[in-house]
């Protein structure tokens, strides 16, 4: 896409950090880092959303993302990593071309996510369950 800033670097119009570039995956630095090293791994394609990126490829951002974080565990002192994806404008994506962070992490770097953990109601889990896995089986059913 003409327009979209991760098209640009991808083609080298915007200047980026390059981590990783292959057939079908590029990863550079994220420009304001959750910490130093902080790394996006996208797809060459321009997709908006991860559910539209072919499985190879999604595959291969997953693969490279964890490959990455290993690295950067081993050269530059880190505990673990978190991978992370937003995927539309409520979850946090700001940049619409899909991209998965590779956010290196220590025990006490003063980051934290913020994870709320909610308690279902009485047969709500069994209903969103049913819902969701015949919605899937009905689209993975027509994409083969
Ligand atoms: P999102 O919030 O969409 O998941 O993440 C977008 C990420 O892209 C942000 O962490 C932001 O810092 C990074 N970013 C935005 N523009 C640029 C850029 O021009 N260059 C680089 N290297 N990173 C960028
Ligand atoms: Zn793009």
């Known amino acids: 896409m ?3 800033i991760f ?3 991808v083609r080298g119009e915007i200047p980026s950090v390059k981590i990783y570039e292959d057939d079908l995956v590029f990863a550079f630095l994220d420009i304001s880092p959750i910490n130093f090293g902080h790394t996006l791994v996208i797809p060459k394609e321009h997709h908006q959303s991860a559910s539209t990126i072919p499985e190879a490829v999604a595959g ?4 490279i993302g964890s490959r990455i974080g290993v690295a950067l565990r081993r050269k530059c002192d880190y505990d673990a990593y978190n991978l992370h994806l937003a995927d539309g404008a409520a979850a946090g ?3 619409m071309h899909a991209h998965l962070h590779v956010v ?3 025990a006490e770097d003063g980051f934290h996510w913020n994870w709320r953990q909610l308690k279902y109601p009485e047969g709500r889990m069994a209903e969103i369950a049913a819902g969701v896995s015949a919605r899937l089986a009905a689209d993975l059913g027509e994409e083969s």
């Open 2 to 4: 003409n327009d979209c």
């Open 104 to 106: 290196p992490r220590q």
């Open 7 to 9: 098209c640009k670097i």
């Open 93 to 95: 994506q700001v940049v």
């Open 60 to 63: 291969r951002m997953f693969h």
